[in-house]
C-alpha cells in the first residue's frame, strides 16, 4: 500500500501495514530539526503519511483597524482573515497571543453587516491542484478547517457576550453563527469538491478538568450547525473523513459528535481524559489522533516513560488500526528531542512484534 492509501485504511479500522504517525514542530523546534539535519522536512523524516494544507482566504475588510469601533489597539496588532486582532504576550507565551474581539459589544446590525472572510473565485482549482500533488507522490492530503463555528464565533464577539448572546437566544448569536456557518460549509464544500482525503475540523469545547460549555447548549446552538458542515462535505464527496479537534475534557460530547458524522477524534489529551475509557467505549465506531500528551509526558516525563506510552496506546488499538499516534498538540520548546525519537522507537518496536 501507498502511505495514502494505508493511513486511509487504519483510519477505517481495516487494518494497516504500517503504524501512521503525525507531528507539528512549532517554530523553535523546526530551527533544532534544521541544526541536526540540514534541512527543514521534519515530515519526510518521521514518515508522515499524510500532508496538511490550507485554503486560501479573502479578507473582505481594508484596514483591520478600522473594524474596532470600541478599542484601541496595541500598534504591534496583526489582523487574521476574519479581522480578529493578535497582539503579542511577553517572550515566554512563544506564539500564543492576546485576541481582540472586532464584534465584541456589537449590535445586531453590525454583526450583519460584519465583512466577514469568502473563499475567492478559482481557489476549488487550487486546490486540486494542492490535493493531487499530495495524491501524486503517494500521500493523503489532511484539509486544516478548524476554528469551525464555535471559536471563529467566540474570537469575533469575545466569549463572554457570545456565551450571554446564546444563554439570552439573542438574535445576535443566531445571526453570527449563520455567517460564520455559511463560510465553514463554503470551505468544506471546496475541499470536498477538490477530493481531498481529510476533512480536519474543530472547535476547543473543553476545559482542563470539565466541559467549557453546557451540553444542552451545544446542543441547541453550536451542535446542528456542525452537523450542516459535515453533512454537506458528505454530500459532495461520501468517502472524505471526518476528523474534529478538541482539547481539554469532552467525553460528554463524543456519542453526539459520532451521531452528526465524525469519524476521528484529536487530540485524547491524557491530561483530561482516559484513553483507554474513550477507547473502550467508542473504539469500534470512532478511530483517534495524537494521544501523547504535549501539557505532562512529552516535556516532562523521560524517553522510556514516552517509550511505555506509546507501546500501549499502539496495543491497545491492536490490529484494526484507528489510531494516528503522536503528540496531541505542537510539540512546544521545552520537549526534548529524545522523547521524540522514543515515539519513533516505539512505533517500531510494535511493528518489529506483528511480524
Same mark, same amino acid.
Given at each position: ?7 486511509? %485504511? ?15 514542530? =512549532? ?11 540540514? +534541512? ?9 503519511? +499524510? ?17 474596532? /469601533? ?29 485576541? +481582540?474581539? @472586532?464584534? /465584541? ?11 466577514? @472572510? ?18 501524486? %507522490? ?41 455567517? $460564520? ?29 470539565? $466541559? ?5 447548549? *451545544?446542543?441547541? *446552538? ?11 462535505? /458528505? ?24 451521531? $452528526? ?10 491530561? =483530561? ?5 474513550? +477507547? ?8 483517534? *489522533? ?25 496495543? %491497545? ?39
Amino acid at each position: 500500500m501507498t502511505p495514502r492509501e494505508n493511513i486511509l %485504511k487504519a483510519l477505517r479500522r481495516e487494518g494497516f501495514d504500517t503504524v501512521p504517525v503525525d507531528f507539528v514542530l =512549532c517554530d523553535s523546534q523546526i530551527d533544532e530539526f534544521k541544526n541536526r539535519f540540514g +534541512h527543514s522536512d521534519y515530515e519526510t523524516y518521521f514518515g508522515m503519511s +499524510h500532508r496538511p494544507f490550507e485554503l486560501n482566504v479573502q479578507r473582505n475588510y481594508t484596514f483591520g483597524p478600522d473594524l474596532f /469601533k470600541r478599542e484601541t489597539l496595541p500598534d504591534s496588532t496583526v489582523f487574521d482573515e476574519y479581522g480578529i486582532g493578535h497582539s503579542k504576550g511577553s517572550s515566554a507565551a512563544f506564539h500564543m497571543t492576546r485576541m +481582540h474581539h @472586532p464584534l /465584541k459589544g456589537a449590535d445586531l446590525n453590525e454583526i450583519l453587516d460584519y465583512p466577514y @472572510p469568502t473563499v475567492p473565485v478559482g481557489e476549488l482549482e487550487n486546490v486540486k491542484k494542492i490535493a493531487n500533488g499530495f495524491h501524486s %507522490k503517494g500521500l493523503a492530503s489532511l484539509a486544516f478547517m478548524q476554528m469551525t463555528v464555535f471559536e471563529a464565533s467566540w474570537y469575533l464577539r469575545s466569549m463572554e457576550e457570545l456565551m450571554i448572546d446564546m444563554m439570552m437566544q439573542d438574535e445576535k448569536a443566531t445571526a453570527l453563527l449563520d455567517m $460564520i456557518t455559511e463560510f465553514a460549509i463554503s470551505k468544506a464544500v471546496t475541499y470536498a469538491k477538490a477530493g481531498v482525503d481529510i476533512l480536519s475540523l474543530g472547535d476547543d469545547i473543553g476545559a482542563q478538568t470539565s $466541559i467549557l460549555i453546557d451540553v444542552e447548549l *451545544w446542543e441547541i *446552538w453550536l451542535k446542528p450547525r456542525l452537523a450542516k458542515v459535515i453533512a454537506a462535505a /458528505k454530500q459532495v464527496n461520501p468517502n472524505i473523513i471526518i476528523f474534529y479537534h478538541s482539547c481539554g475534557h469532552i467525553t460528554p460530547f463524543i456519542e453526539q459528535l459520532i451521531e $452528526i458524522g465524525v469519524e476521528v477524534l484529536n487530540p485524547i489529551q491524557p491530561e =483530561c481524559m482516559s484513553f483507554d475509557e474513550v +477507547h473502550d467505549k467508542y473504539g469500534k465506531r470512532l478511530s483517534f *489522533w495524537g494521544t501523547l500528551g504535549t501539557q505532562e509526558l512529552l516535556p516532562f516525563g523521560t524517553k522510556e516513560e514516552v517509550y511505555k506510552t506509546t507501546l500501549s496506546r499502539l496495543n %491497545k488499538m491492536g490490529e484494526q488500526g484507528g489510531l494516528v499516534i503522536g503528540p496531541t498538540h505542537m510539540v512546544e520548546p521545552e520537549v526534548p528531542w529524545e522523547n521524540l525519537t522514543a515515539i519513533i522507537e516505539g512505533v517500531k518496536t510494535f511493528e518489529q512484534n506483528r511480524r
